[in-house]
């Protein structure tokens, strides 16, 4: 009985020692911790509750609290009546703002009910794959050990020729069926409802006819022979090898985009026009995509045919039957790219966008005449479920944000699609995972479904800050647009003459005059539009990235184009870390030893600052920290090992810290539970 008295009032003496620590706390900082936005349950505490119940009369109840824990936030309602008490879970973000903004501590509410991207995957293991190769059959199985190795391998390399055979019938169909949509449902509606004069129709159309009418009648039924017959030829590459002459054909085509998807969104004004194209829209064959989507497929059709002869190229050895024509029907396909090169040239961004669009399969539609392939390349995500890395490929793109998987499965697209990313409704999220030090959140949707947040890992300080640098750009350049000209189709429009238009880069965007020789035009350093002097405005002789026209100067406000200007004369983005452990306002620090889901115990030297985060550094000489951790929204507890206490981040993430002795540990323990629940006044930045 003496025993479990002793063992009661270790925890009540600390306690009392935190309380006494945050007492302290509290009168050093009053203007940090004078708004509290929720507060801590110590103990041992008594709380005393009166209750009116539904007749009128009062019930007094008495509850004490025997474990120490923190509330995230308390809300309280009445019901009849009658006090309830609920907790509503926050989890606390480092948003990045640009060099201007530096970053601010964002609180989400139920941010751990946000998808994480395998919550709504599935894994391939549950798709088929479909494979009209036989099995390896008894002779196979009875050769010498050397001789099955060969033959299994030929067997997989057939297999794979094959899929890669079958992809490029399959994507002819595709490909006849918009041919069809363009060339007899909507041109053939156009002339007969004579929506618009004839010499529109042909700037409008081009050669599409002639298009359809090769592949429908020609192309695809050879291809559809040579599938058909492949298992016993092992030939296909020879019908476009015969046929491939004729691709120059897209060279009118091609050279005529520019010009008619122009006049296809001056047509829409009228409303005859309008009313066909939305009614086609709905139709299935458009398959829910805008027809301006279908307009472009022609252009970047000679192009998909040479990253499908490549793939099914490299799956043959030149001993195969295929393997010569495979490799002259390659350079034809290239020499009737090259036909157009100079609509090619400016369509070269295409390239990387159709690539990524081949290597999705049919996820998501990527190719718009406004987008462009900025960076890609492998990086690590952190599960949110097991903490494990787990690999994913990054594609950024000047409007999106995609991450992908590598298949394991052949005879499906190269890599599936996890999550996707609208820049306009995305934050980027420094990292806050102190055992991984060079992580961090992307936080958003697509747009139209649901609110998700990834966590993403990278091997250097170097490589994080390129990919946040990079993403935050994006999303800057998005999100001024939009603020610029308000609407998604004044926006699209934008950055499709930014990318493609050669008339937008000769005339003044704002009063259409044409530039002369010797003056091509200032470019706004927010909305990318050329404008001549006069519609420049008085920021023309700022430096290159500093030049801001006059439209995005009334949409920004003064203070907001300060800061950017002093920023990009600053350079690159804030490093939030770069702070020195010895600099001023710190509010505590020491060594202490932690350890979290790796199991691995790490001693370091934290600091917590007057931001509300704890910085982790290896020693208090450092001048840069490794992590840190923004405390509001943190839950801290105390543990049953000596000097030891927890810090958990939202539901999902725990760390286990041990002090150097008990005044120590109370001093933690008082002053990172007045950080997680002291109010913010807004974003802070240390430097």
Not at 109 to 124: F, G, I, R
Not at 449 to 460: D, I, K, S
Not at 483 to 500: D, K, Q, V
């Amino acid at each position: 009985m003496a025993i479990s008295n002793v063992l009661r009032q270790v925890p009540e003496t600390l306690m009392n020692i935190v309380s006494k620590e945050k007492d302290a706390f509290i009168k050093m900082y009053p203007e940090l911790f004078e708004k509290m936005r929720s507060e801590s349950s110590l103990v041992p505490s008594t709380t005393t509750e009166v209750i009116i119940n539904p007749d009128g009369s009062k019930s007094t109840t008495t509850r004490s609290s025997k474990s120490y824990s923190t509330h995230f936030s308390k809300q309280e309602t009445y019901v009849n009546g009658v006090k309830q008490m609920s907790k509503s879970k926050f989890r606390a973000f480092l948003e990045y703002r640009g060099p201007d903004g530096g970053f601010h501590v964002k609180l989400a509410d139920n941010a751990d009910n946000e998808l994480s991207e395998e919550e709504t995957e599935d894994d391939d293991t549950k798709s088929t794959v479909y494979s009209e190769i036989s099995d390896v059959d008894s002779e196979i199985l009875s050769t010498a050990p050397g001789q099955k190795k060969v033959r299994k391998e030929t067997h997989k390399r057939s297999e794979k020729a094959w899929l890669a055979a079958k992809e490029l019938v399959d994507s002819e169909r595709r490909y006849v069926e918009k041919l069809k949509l363009l060339g007899e449902t909507f041109r053939n509606r156009v002339i007969n409802e004579q929506a618009i004069s004839n010499d529109k129709v042909t700037k409008l159309f081009a050669n599409i006819a002639s298009l359809f009418t090769f592949h429908n009648t020609h192309f695809l039924p050879q291809l559809m022979v040579a599938s058909r017959d492949w298992h016993t030829t092992k030939r296909i590459a020879n019908v476009v090898r015969k046929q491939a002459p004729f691709l120059k054909m897209y060279s009118e085509y091609t050279n005529n985009y520019d010009r008619a998807s122009r006049l296809f969104e001056e047509l829409k004004k009228k409303k005859k026009f309008a009313e066909i194209v939305k009614d086609i829209e709905k139709q299935p064959e458009c398959e829910g995509l805008p027809l301006s989507h279908h307009l472009i497929c022609p252009v970047q059709r000679v192009m998909r045919y040479q990253l499908l002869l490549q793939e099914y190229k490299k799956h043959l050895e030149e001993s195969d039957a295929d393997y010569e024509d495979a490799k002259v029907a390659l350079e034809l396909v290239i020499q009737a790219a090259s036909h157009a090169n100079e609509m090619m040239k400016k369509l070269d961004g295409f390239g990387k966008v159709i690539e990524v669009q081949e290597q999705l399969g049919n996820s998501i539609s990527l190719v718009s005449p406004g987008r462009e392939l900025l960076k890609s390349g492998s990086i690590q995500k952190i599960s949110s479920t097991t903490e494990k890395t787990e690999e994913r490929f990054i594609f950024l793109f000047n409007d999106l944000i995609l991450l992908a998987s590598e298949r394991k499965l052949i005879g499906l697209a190269k890599y599936k699609l996890r999550a996707v990313f609208h820049a306009n409704d995305t934050q980027v999220c420094d990292g806050d995972n102190l055992e991984r030090e060079h992580s961090f959140y992307l936080r958003g949707s697509d747009g139209n479904g649901p609110q998700r947040c990834v966590e993403l890992f990278c091997n250097t300080q170097k490589e994080k800050n390129e990919w946040m640098e990079g993403i935050y750009a994006v999303i800057d350049e998005v999100r001024a647009c939009s603020a610029t000209f308000g609407s998604n189709s004044i926006r699209s429009s934008l950055c499709e003459s930014n990318g493609n238009s050669s008339v937008e880069s000769k005339n003044c965007a704002d009063c259409d005059t044409e530039f002369s020789l010797w003056y091509r035009g200032t470019k706004c350093g927010k909305c990318k539009r050329k404008l001549c002097k006069k519609c420049f405005g008085r920021y023309r002789t700022e430096n290159k990235h500093s030049r801001i026209c006059e439209m995005c100067v009334k949409n920004m406000g003064v203070e907001s184009l300060r800061r950017s200007v002093s920023a990009h004369s600053n350079g690159a983005r804030l490093n939030l870390l770069y702070v020195p452990a010895t600099s001023k306002n710190v509010l505590h620090a020491s060594r202490v030893k932690f350890r979290g889901s790796l199991s691995k115990t790490f001693d370091r030297y934290f600091v917590v600052r007057n931001d509300f985060c704890l910085y982790s550094y290896n020693s208090p000489q450092d001048e840069c920290a490794l992590a840190m951790l923004p405390l509001p929204g943190c839950e801290v507890k105390m543990c049953g090992e000596k000097y030891t206490f927890s810090v958990r981040v939202g539901s999902r993430r725990m760390y286990t810290i041990t002090a150097e002795d008990e005044t120590s540990q109370a001093r933690w323990m008082a002053v990172l539970d007045l950080a997680a629940n002291a109010q913010i006044n807004g974003g802070n930045s240390p430097n």
